[in-house]
């Protein structure tokens, strides 16, 4: 996979990526990321590359014709017709779904703008969508460029010890991920709980789907609304639910 990032602050990326899972992927070559910086492409002594908005506010706007070229020039080491996306808090929000989708591409390209954003003419000619990592403004783009290549390049094949990692966890399946649990099985009073020191897989599934449904509908019930329930879910959620309600009452 070949990723391109579009950022004043390369250094700060290319730091970020030496570490962890993903630095392992990328000295495996499951994917590359390169990064292409505006002022490169700045017309002036002082590789400027903002500029204050028309109609007066706050803050500064990145200027069309660095930015632009930037994009221009990262979009051209690319494979042909991988998307151009800009990391902006008015973007569509990031989902497990859209990560599946992108680590499905042969590519992509991250605009990590800055301040107010980019200058709205090279959104229209040069950008193919947007993408929010969450309801908060950051000073840049680049942190949250760095989320969407993380949680993609990990569901890259190979880039996981164990491939159910990427299955048996948080949003794959539309759930938030059950309790997990290691050695020693007592610490501070507090025990694993007994189903999982045992090898019933069966009763072990059982227990992790309950914890993976209970979970999600008190913490994220819009998970449920929008993605339903299977029978079984079903029946797991009404006897949580049963339960509770017993407890409540005394």
């Not at 994009?71 to 998307?83: E, F, H, M, N, T």
């Not at 969407?148 to 890259?156: G, K, S, T």
């Not at 020693?184 to 069966?202: D, I």
């Not at 449920?224 to 879910?233: A, C, D, K, M, P």
């Amino acid at each position: 996979m070949q990723i391109g990032v579009v950022t004043l602050f390369p250094e700060l990326v290319c730091d970020a990526l030496a570490h962890g899972v993903l630095g392992r992927a990328l000295e495996r070559g499951l994917a590359a990321v390169q990064t292409e910086d505006p002022r490169a492409h700045a017309g002036d002594a002082h590789r400027t590359v903002d500029d204050r908005p028309y109609g007066g506010g706050p803050g500064m706007v990145g200027t069309p014709a660095p930015w632009a070229a930037a994009i221009d020039a990262a979009a051209s080491r690319l494979p042909a017709g991988v998307p151009r996306l800009h990391l902006s808090a008015q973007g569509a929000p990031l989902t497990q779904q859209r990560v599946q989708e992108l680590a499905g591409l042969p590519g992509f390209l991250l605009v990590a703008s800055r301040y107010e954003g980019l200058d709205q003419r090279v959104i229209d000619s040069r950008i193919d969508g947007e993408i929010s990592i969450g309801d908060y403004v950051l000073s840049g783009g680049e942190f949250a460029a760095l989320v969407v290549i993380d949680a993609v390049v990990r569901l890259l094949p190979g880039a996981l010890g164990d491939e159910r990692s990427s299955v048996e966890e948080s949003f794959a399946a539309g759930r938030l991920d059950w309790p997990h649990y290691t050695r020693p099985v007592e610490w501070e009073g507090r025990s694993v709980p007994t189903v999982l020191q045992g090898g019933n897989h069966a009763a072990i599934r059982h227990w992790r789907l309950a914890q993976s449904v209970t979970r999600t509908w008190v913490r994220r019930p819009d998970l449920i609304v929008q993605g339903g329930l299977s029978s079984e879910e079903s029946r797991l959620l009404n006897e949580f639910l049963a339960r509770r309600e017993v407890d409540d009452n005394g």
